[in-house]
């Protein structure tokens, strides 16, 4: 039968107390054999245990391939690699969920998160891709690409992106509200989403804790007039952990569950994470909601579970056998080509923020000691969203590793001041290891340290006190490498003013000892961008809640010089742009046009190079950002050696939301295509002139 009709079919055949226990997560019909998959994380690797216990209860952690966090994969700037990320991680759900031995998980995995890090004190920023919507939500739908698999009625697994919409402070979050106006919905905090479902294929998403203009996410009208109706997502819209009892504890919106369980459903939620069976009966019993209103949103549940092959007979499902049967082969997380991955990720994700005169890479053949100086230097820190890896490579063992017995590795933690001094004396060359922690080394709601962060807490400042200890070791060695391993940016202004050489990687990676490795001895010529801007200090920020961009926020609209741009990073050789050429000179209002752009390598070592286009407005009759991110396309150059990069410019991206007609709107201007390294370093532009206004409807 069709789809609608197995739907319906189904619906029919369910009791009234069979559809309200369908809105739970990992629900069961014993009396008609069905069992349909639960959630799991997977922000940076599937998660089946780490520190947040996402593991079965009363068993160990059942190991998965960990990644460095998405805050470095969105440094990549890599869409095949994050496509070949979600695919692995959509395989390892599988074979947990449906081998027989292991019988746990699901294959309705929460990641990506797509929300904007518009600001660095955000203590979630480790969860978010980078603050520009374009790089974000193209990122994400790489992911889901290959989370999902290339079949759009057969999924390897369901991406389910979080958070819905704008969840960007932590302190307050059960009750506060981002307030800004529809433009910015349309043009910034919503691209990503919209994105994931028109161009990615989700189907499943989780509405915030917060508000948005004063109404909680989890009942605003958005979700069916916008999400549903207009961008497609007739799939699953589920609470936030908890986020029921929110409603009337924190935001007061109802006296009771009862009525706020209605008025959810109403809303268009399917799915709760919350106690909610009992309210949601009353609310059915006293009329409050319908059984009409409970079969038009579980429709769209159940729609996304026909997609995971779970109404499915035997033989229909192409992805039934994984896990079932494995012909003696390896699991994923131990075959070889799932390590080779996280340390391709480990490698893209480094970005190499300072390197004078040559400092980095380190010369095997010169260098006779390094002292290693920093706390946890020796560990890999796992955060809240992590899984448990099968193995992880720390800074420390990865470095005598690639240093084969031929240089004198030395560390220290680096809580003894005299013995760090004293260490980086003796050494040819100091790496000091600084950051955060990414569970803040503390209980929940916990961060001692003021500059850390995660969840339910945002930072009270970006200044890194941990600095204090680089400056000893500088004083100690001149030759000094700061290795900043952060989940979040750093005003680190006199590091960049008085040290040779430093890099940024990300926690949590199971390769990242390995990764470090590989940059600092020369192995890999780092290429990794930043996603965020860095600015200079806390004078630079703006107030937390303000979440109006056109204040300053972001590089599309600061005026502030910041510490490091937008799509800033260095890399071991160096190169030249020759031109932007246009497929065309004119485009109008629905047309597209080809952006050419030849990048040569004029350095003596191969290389990635991340080329970036960004256009501006020259005619708007509306304020626009300064400049904005368009197209990107990392790519391989070698030595001596030249590659023209092509990337599509479409008219209707360069639209605007015109609030009053509640339309997308494309004008007859000049516009500037840019092209370079970096958001402040773009050598190369041509002009384009779009003559024909018009309506874009997508």
Known sequence: MPDDQRIADLLGRLSLDEKVNLMSDHPKIARLNLVFSGQVEGLHGLALGGPGGWGPKGRQPLPTTTFPQEKGLGNTWDVD??????????????????????????????????????????????????????????????????????????????????????????????????????????????????????????????????????????????????????????????????????????????????????????????????????????????GLVTEADMDAALKNLLRLYLRLGEMDPQGVDPYAKIGVETDGSLPPWEQPASRELVRKATDESIVLLKNENNTLPLDRAKVKTIAI?????????????????????????????????????????????????????????????????????????????????KEDVDRKTIA????????????????????LRSSFPYAITWSQQNLPAIVHMTHNSQEEGHGLADVLFGDYSPAGRLNQTWPTGDAQLLPMMDYNLLHGRTYMYSKDKPLYAFGYGLSYTTFAYQGVLLSKQNVNADGTVQVSVKVKNTGRRASDEVVEMYVQHLGSKVERPQIELKGFKRVHVAAGATETVTLDLKARDLAYWDAAAHEWRVEKEQVRVLAGGSSDKLPVQATLDVDQAGEYKP
């Open 464 to 483: 890194l006190e941990q600095e204090e200890l680089v400056k000893q070791v500088f004083a100690a060695n001149p030759h000094t490498v700061e290795v």
């Open 81 to 286: 690699l994050l496509k070949k990320i979600g695919a692995l991680e959509g395989q390892e759900a599988r074979y947990y969920y449906q081998n027989p031995v292991y019988d746990f998980g699901g294959v309705v995995v929460r990641a990506p998160n797509v929300d904007l890090s518009r600001d660095p004190r955000w203590g979630r920023t480790e969860e978010s891709m980078g603050e520009d919507p374009y790089l974000v939500g193209t990122l994400a739908v790489g992911f889901m690409h290959g989370l999902q698999g290339p079949d759009p009625k057969h999924w390897l697994a369901s991406s389910l992106m979080k958070h819905f919409l704008a969840n960007e402070n932590e302190n307050g979050r059960a009750s506060s509200s981002s307030d800004f106006d529809e433009r910015l919905f349309r043009e910034y905090y919503s691209v990503p989403f919209r994105m994931g479902f028109e161009e990615g294929g989700s189907r499943a998403v989780m509405a915030a804790y917060n508000s948005w203009n004063g109404t909680p996410m989890m009942i605003h009208p958005v979700l069916k007039d916008v999400m549903i109706k207009e961008w497609g997502n007739d799939g699953l819209i589920c609470t936030d952990g908890g986020a029921l009892g929110l409603l009337i504890t924190h935001h007061k919106t109802f006296p009771n569950k009862e009525q706020g369980s209605a008025a959810a459903v109403k809303a268009g939620i399917n799915h709760f994470l919350d106690r909610y069976k009992e309210d949601l009966t009353k609310a059915l019993k006293d």
């Open 373 to 453: 100086i920093g706390p946890w230097a020796d560990t890999v820190l796992l955060d809240w969203y992590s899984g448990t890896p099968p193995y992880s490579v720390g800074i420390v063992d990865a470095m005598k590793e690639a240093a084969a017995g031929k240089i004198n590795i030395l560390f220290t933690d680096g809580s003894n001041a005299e013995e760090a001094k004293a260490f980086a004396k003796k050494a040819d060359v100091a790496i000091v290891v600084v950051g955060n922690h990414p569970t803040c080394n503390a209980g929940w709601d916990q961060c001692p340290v003021p500059s850390n962060g």
